[in-house]
């Protein structure tokens, strides 16, 4: 059974939870990761020798935002091919027509319940990986 190790940044404690909460519960298989600043994760991809295979990113967050972290990772040749989505409370026409640039970046929207997260990371799953 492939492992999957997912990295989730969020500065909101709740939504960290409750995302790290749905994978778990779907993906027994997988190693979650959480970081509640963009600066956190880019410093552990830094150091640590095993990358995610996928990182979940806040839009919205103090100092480096979604999109910043999402720049900074294509622009590092170390980071470069980590699968990206990007979540955020509302659809956005200009953030989809930034991460249309980016590769390997999917963006949707936050869920708002948890029976709905459990759905969202089911569905990142499949789009993602293929299962």
């Keep these: 059974m492939k492992q999957y190790t997912i990295a989730i940044i969020d500065d909101d404690q709740d939504d960290l939870a409750i995302l790290s909460?749905?994978?778990?519960?779907?993906?027994?298989?997988?190693?979650?990761?959480?970081?509640?600043?963009?600066?956190?994760?880019?410093?552990?991809?830094q150091t640590t020798p095993n990358l995610p295979n996928l990182a979940i990113?806040?839009?919205?967050?103090?100092?480096?935002d979604g999109l910043?972290?999402?720049?900074?990772?294509?622009?590092n040749p170390r980071t470069e091919d980590v699968k990206v989505i990007l979540l955020?409370?509302?659809?956005?026409?200009?953030?989809?027509?930034?991460?249309?640039?980016?590769?390997?970046?999917n963006y949707y929207l936050k869920p708002n319940s948890?029976?709905?997260?459990?759905?969202l990371a089911n569905k990142i799953m499949k789009t993602i990986y293929a299962l």
């Design 21 to 45: 909460s749905a994978f778990r519960e779907s993906y027994e298989n997988a190693a979650i990761l959480t970081f509640s600043s963009g600066n956190a994760f880019l410093e552990f991809v």
């Design 88 to 105: 955020s409370t509302f659809l956005n026409q200009p953030v989809l027509a930034h991460v249309a640039a980016f590769k390997n970046v």
């Design 57 to 64: 990113t806040d839009l919205y967050m103090p100092m480096i």
């Design 68 to 75: 910043e972290l999402i720049a900074a990772m294509k622009d």
């Design 114 to 119: 948890y029976t709905d997260y459990v759905a």
